[in-house]
């Protein structure tokens, strides 16, 4: 008895399962809220999520936003880094957040 025509049969039922099971990856956007990369925030608080920017990122976020002398970052238990920071003259309390948002925060 062959196997050959099982093989056959095989190998043909595995082509044709469709691919559409595969991941997509994720996408930056409007529909995306996961990382904000624009230069506006999408948030006027600091949003609560586990924060994989660096020290070093999040001071450089910070700077990017107008601030100076950005000193003391920690990262709080919400995942946001909060610090201070000078901007237009006056030392305020400044945070990032996970997903790039930076905020005054009082």
Known sequence: MSRLPILAATLLLLG???VSAQ???????????AINSS?????????????SFTEG???SKI????????SV????NDGV????????????DV???FQGNVNPTK
Do not use: C, F, I, M
């Open 57 to 59: 990122q999040a001071k």
């Open 81 to 92: 880094w909060r610090g201070k920071a000078d901007k237009a003259g006056t030392k305020t």
């Open 39 to 51: 230069d506006h925030n999408n948030s006027n608080a600091p949003v609560a999520g586990r924060n």
């Open 16 to 18: 044709s399962v469709p």
């Open 23 to 33: 991941s997509q990856p994720a996408q930056s956007g409007p529909g995306n809220n």
């Open 73 to 76: 970052l920690q990262k709080d």
């Open 63 to 70: 700077e990017a936003a107008g601030y100076s002398n950005v």
């Open 95 to 97: 945070s990032v957040d």
